[in-house]
């Protein structure tokens, strides 16, 4: 995998993971946490825990694949990310106004960007 693509994978299992990792086991948000957050490779994993680096890969994969299901089916962080497109939008728009109009435009996007 390219470094590009890899980087793609991590920012997209850290975003599921903000949204669904409080619904995965505790040695599923441990590995995770491991290795797409903290940068472990998977023989410093396995020497942590005392099992085989075959066995660090096979917990992460499913979680992942848990965590992409748990997304398919409630698509949070998909909305998530067209909010927040929606609102990036809006704001360019309101830099367009009058002046005399753009404060209180600014405030409606301000609540609607911090209401999540």
């Known amino acids: 995998m390219d470094g590009e693509k890899a980087l793609e994978k991590t920012n997209r299992i850290n975003a599921l993971f903000d949204f669904y990792g409080p619904l995965l086991t505790d040695k599923q948000?441990?590995?995770?946490?491991?290795?797409?957050?903290?940068?472990?490779?998977?023989?410093?994993?396995?020497a942590d825990f005392q099992i085989s680096r075959q066995a660090v890969y096979e917990h992460l994969k499913r979680a992942e694949q848990v965590l992409e299901d748990y997304e398919s089916k409630l698509q949070l962080a998909d909305r998530h990310g067209r909010l927040h497109a929606g609102i990036d939008l809006l704001?360019?728009?309101i830099a367009g106004l009058p002046e005399q109009w753009r404060q209180t435009f600014a405030e409606t996007a301000a609540k609607l960007r911090s209401s999540e």
Not at 29 to 46: N, W
Request: proline share 0%; aromatic share 20%.
């Open 29 to 46: 948000q441990t590995f995770l946490k491991c290795y797409f957050h903290d940068d472990y490779t998977l023989g410093e994993i396995a």
């Open 91 to 93: 704001e360019s728009q």
